[in-house]
């Protein structure tokens, strides 16, 4: 059984260009997360989806971060333009339904921005 | 603000010995408490939990302990071994109501190694 999958593992990009990241959630996940990770401020989440439809996107950190959830089995997360401080390491994460807090993490991507 | 605080960057503890691991948090709406394990190059992974309701939970060498009073949480792993050698990371969320939909709110991680 397949786990959360992300990809890619790892991107470097230079400033100022646009970084796709993707994630596979669990088959039958109806919560998707988005988390991020670096040194100053642990793991926060960043943007919430339940059956596809944002829920709640607070923790997104301005509005060069954009998330999508076109279908039950794909999300993405948009940094345009990025910049050196979006270097993290991004991690998805999905539960079996709402409300569910023992979520299923991928292996996360190590973004770099130079 | 960190609402969800372990205060102890790393630990180190011989293998067989007890490892304790803490955390404290601030909110007292927190109601449900996780503690998650994350190994390098992978993604955290859950490991126990614990709901306000109950001041321990144990599953095989892992105990979880909760103070409501102090707003503490502790995670003991007896005994212990170098398998156990990774990042744990205490999170708490407030599900009262069933009014959360599972956010997360993660403290900073401690970097356990169990030596041989």
């Known amino acids: 059984d397949a786990g959360v999958i992300q990809s890619p593992r790892h991107e470097v990009t230079e400033m100022g260009q646009e970084v796709t990241l993707r994630c596979k959630p669990i088959s039958g996940h109806n919560s998707l997360f988005w988390y991020r990770q670096t040194m100053m401020r642990g793991l926060e989440l960043l943007i919430y989806f339940n059956n596809n439809v944002p829920i709640d996107d607070s923790g997104m950190p301005e509005d060069r971060f954009s998330a999508k959830m076109p279908n039950a089995s794909f999300s993405t997360l948009k940094i345009q333009p990025s910049e050196p401080r979006d270097s993290a390491v991004y991690f998805c994460?999905?539960?079996?339904?709402?409300?569910?807090?023992?979520?299923?993490f991928g292996q996360g991507t190590r973004l770099t921005v130079v | 603000d960190q609402q969800v605080k372990q205060n102890s960057p790393s630990l180190s503890v011989q293998e067989g010995r007890i490892s304790i691991l803490n955390c404290d948090y601030t909110?007292?709406?927190?109601?449900?408490f996780l503690w998650y394990k994350k190994y390098p190059a992978e993604g955290p992974t859950f490991l126990i939990s614990i709901s306000s309701i109950k001041d321990k939970n144990e599953d095989g060498r892992f105990t979880v302990f909760l103070n409501k009073s102090a707003k503490h949480l502790s995670l003991h792993i007896v005994p212990s071994q170098p398998g156990d050698s990774a990042v744990y990371f205490c999170?708490?969320?407030?599900?009262?109501?069933?009014?959360?939909?599972?956010?997360?709110?993660f403290g900073q991680g401690t970097i356990l190694t169990v030596h041989p």
């Open positions: 999170a708490a969320s407030a599900n009262a109501g069933g009014t959360s939909y599972g956010k997360l709110t």
């Open positions: 994460a999905s539960t079996p339904f709402y409300g569910n807090t023992e979520a299923f």
């Open positions: 909110n007292s709406m927190f109601d449900y």
